[in-house]
């Protein structure tokens, strides 16, 4: 069965402290890896795919990287706006995996200015 | 613009009162798909349809149903919802080819007294 692990559950940093956030991951195939961002009350954003290990993609300060098990979302120099819950997904590649998507229960992130 | 949209946002009904909560896409997505969202449990995938007329259930079907009429609706039918059905439901699309992330709607809280 295909799970997701993410850590923290929970991370409040300083303006311009840069951390990052940790997705675990076991999945038969993997056909895609996702993170999304959910502001409260919000359906969640896409930011990335990432479909092989030592992918990544950059977006504003955001950085998503990815190997055999685990994804990470690294966060430079963070603002108060950053503040949400950052969501991992998976995607498997067998037919079964591929018609769903797999989440983490999410890191929320707090910004302090 | 682009968007997947859901009505009601919010809803608050009785034991047993049949309900539904609409879906609909403008991206001419082919896949579609309903989550809940519920504390301690992240999203759970609800049912999935891979094209008109194409449905089949996800993780956690039980007590509900869908229909796949139309390309761009996706309707969530609760024929006698019950107090565990009060969650945060999403409804998500993406193409079956090409770019396999989803995209979500703004979610429907329900309440089920």
């Known amino acids: 069965e295909d799970q997701v692990t993410q850590s923290p559950e929970a991370l409040r940093l300083q303006e311009g402290e840069s951390s990052s956030l940790n997705c675990s991951y076991t999945v038969s195939g993997l056909r895609g890896l996702f993170w999304y961002r959910q502001d409260p009350g919000k359906g969640p954003e896409f930011l990335f795919t990432l479909y092989s290990a030592g992918e990544e993609k950059e977006k504003e300060r955001l950085k998503a990287t990815l190997t055999k098990k685990e994804s990470f979302l690294h966060i430079t120099a963070p603002k108060p706006e950053d503040s949400a819950t950052y969501l991992c997904?998976?995607?498997?590649?067998?037919?079964?995996?591929?018609?769903?998507?797999?989440f983490g229960q999410g890191t929320r992130l707090t910004i302090n200015p | 613009e682009a968007q997947v949209t859901q009505n009601p946002r919010y809803l608050i009904t009785v034991t047993g009162k049949k309900l539904t909560v609409t879906c609909s896409q403008n991206?001419?997505?082919?896949?579609m798909s309903w989550y809940r969202q519920d504390p301690g449990l992240g999203l759970r995938q609800i049912y999935y349809?891979?094209?008109?007329?194409?449905?089949d259930k996800g993780d956690v079907p039980e007590g509900y149903k869908v229909s796949r009429k139309e390309k761009r609706n996706f309707p969530l039918i609760l024929e006698s919802p019950s107090p565990n059905q009060t969650s945060l439901y999403f409804c998500a699309s993406r193409r079956t080819g090409g770019m396999p992330e989803q995209y979500f709607g703004p979610g429907t809280r329900l309440t089920v007294t």
């Open positions: 991206m001419n997505h082919e896949y």
């Open positions: 349809s891979m094209n008109v007329e194409v449905t």
């Open positions: 997904a998976v995607q498997g590649s067998d037919w079964v995996g591929a018609q769903k998507l797999v």
